[in-house]
């Protein structure tokens, strides 16, 4: 199982972030030589507050470049059993009622930064540094007007 760690460790930033991994860079070699080489998804600085300790440590023990280091099957199981245990007040609860009154006392620079991270506008302008970042163009562009909903 420690080598689903990694497969785990993508499903954790997802849920915090709220949007994938890499999301920004194009999925071409470079980026898994990155990723061998040790690169991992940053999570914006603004939203440490707001994700549990024992969640960010589950996450960095799942992109270990070591296999012995990731959480076994049997570890999850259990962390995930303790964490969602509501009815015991745990480490795990207090840290998740603490992220979630962080998440409600943002700030509306944090609100534009979160905003900002979501509409990805250096790439769809095409202005970043960033030679990996994906392009969006027109063809690639979708509008809801096109579907019936």
């Known amino acids: 199982m420690n080598s689903k760690g990694r497969e785990i460790f993508i499903v ?11 999301a920004d860079q194009a999925h071409y070699t470079y980026l898994m030589i990155d990723i061998c080489n040790g690169v991992r998804p ?8 707001w994700i549990p300790e024992w969640y960010l440590n589950l996450m960095y023990r799942c992109w270990s470049d070591d296999p012995s280091e990731r959480p076994t099957a049997i570890e999850l199981y259990d962390l995930f ?3 969602l245990d509501f009815r015991v007040d745990n480490d795990f609860t207090r840290q998740l009622k603490i ?19 979501f509409s990805h506008s250096k790439i ?17 562009t979708f509008n809801a007007n ?3 909903i």
């Open 12 to 22: 954790l930033v997802e849920l915090c972030t709220a949007h994938r991994p890499f």
């Open 42 to 49: 940053k999570v914006p600085d603004f939203m440490l507050n």
């Open 81 to 83: 059993w303790d964490a």
């Open 99 to 117: 992220a979630d009154e962080n998440q409600k006392n943002i700030s509306k620079s944090q609100k534009q930064e979160l905003f900002e991270l």
């Open 124 to 140: 769809k302008s095409g202005n970043s540094s960033d030679p990996n970042i994906l392009k969006f163009n027109e063809s690639t």
């Open 146 to 148: 096109t579907y019936d």
